[in-house]
T-cell receptor, first 113, second 112 residues
Framework: ETAVFQTPNYHVTQVGNEVSFNCKQTLGHDTMYWYKQDSKKLLKIMFSYNNKQLIVNETVPRRFSPQSSDKAHLNLRIKSVEPEDSAVYLC????????????FGPGTRLLVL | QQKVQQSPESLTVSEGAMASLNCTFSDGTSNNFRWYRQHSAKGLEVLVSIFSDGEKEEGRFTAHLNRANLHVSLHIREPQPSDSAVYLCAVSSMSNYNVLYFGSGTKLTVEP
């Protein structure tokens, strides 16, 4: 049963446009994450928020900005997309206990033409 | 930064034969190890989590962890064609907010 929801499923856009992706979790978790999965299927962490506060910010271009209105929502905005931004963006949520599992959404596939 | 490597890149087994996947990691302070599965165009499904040296079984999936050797493996007993997917090893530590560092995956094909 899906408990991490992402919209849209798929988005096609032109270089230079702005895009926004939404993520919502209904698990009551305090921590949410954005990961990027490239064409070779490699998953890398981008950001993490705990109770609306940014706690992890890996080396990500400044055109990427996460936004959290409450602990159940973590959105991702990309200003002026570039071709290398084409990827699948996966949202996850988790409690912060050492043995707690991260649960992933189905992903948003972005294609930049 | 944590480096996670998986082998082999791809693996084909016959239905019913054991499938074994390997994963090495670089940070010996890691304390949280998971195997995920990803079917085409779908999200990640967690298969088994292991936190201390030894073995952990979840149904047909068994993980083995040896932190001294920086190695964790996944064994799939009696694989079925529906198990064909990409298997991802993920390593994390509480000291870094449980951020997951993934290997590049093993593509498993189970032939009938």
């Amino acid at each position: 049963e899906t408990a991490v929801f992402q919209t849209p499923n798929y988005h096609v856009t032109q270089v230079g446009n702005e895009v926004s992706f939404n993520c919502k979790q209904t698990l009551g978790h305090d921590t949410m994450y954005w990961y990027k999965q490239d064409s070779k299927k490699l998953l890398k962490i981008m950001f993490s928020y705990n109770n609306k506060q940014l706690i992890v910010n890996e080396t990500v271009p400044r055109r990427f900005s996460p936004q959290s209105s409450d602990k159940a929502h973590l959105n991702l905005r990309i200003k002026s997309v570039e071709p290398e931004d084409s990827a699948v963006y996966l949202c996850a949520s988790s409690p912060l206990g050492v043995q707690d599992t991260q649960y992933f959404g189905p992903g948003t596939r972005l294609l930049v033409l | 930064q944590q480096k996670v490597q998986q082998s082999p890149e791809s693996l084909t087994v016959s239905e019913g034969a054991m499938a074994s996947l390997n994963c090495t990691f670089s940070d010996g302070t890691s304390n949280n190890f998971r195997w995920y599965r990803q079917h085409s165009a779908k999200g990640l499904e967690v298969l088994v989590s292991i936190f201390s040296d030894g073995e952990k079984e979840e149904g047909r999936f068994t993980a083995h962890l040896n932190r001294a050797n920086l190695h964790v493996s996944l064994h799939i007993r009696e694989p079925q064609p529906s198990d064909s997917a990409v298997y991802l090893c993920a390593v994390s530590s509480m000291s870094n907010y449980n951020v997951l560092y993934f290997g590049s995956g093993t593509k498993l094909t189970v032939e009938p």
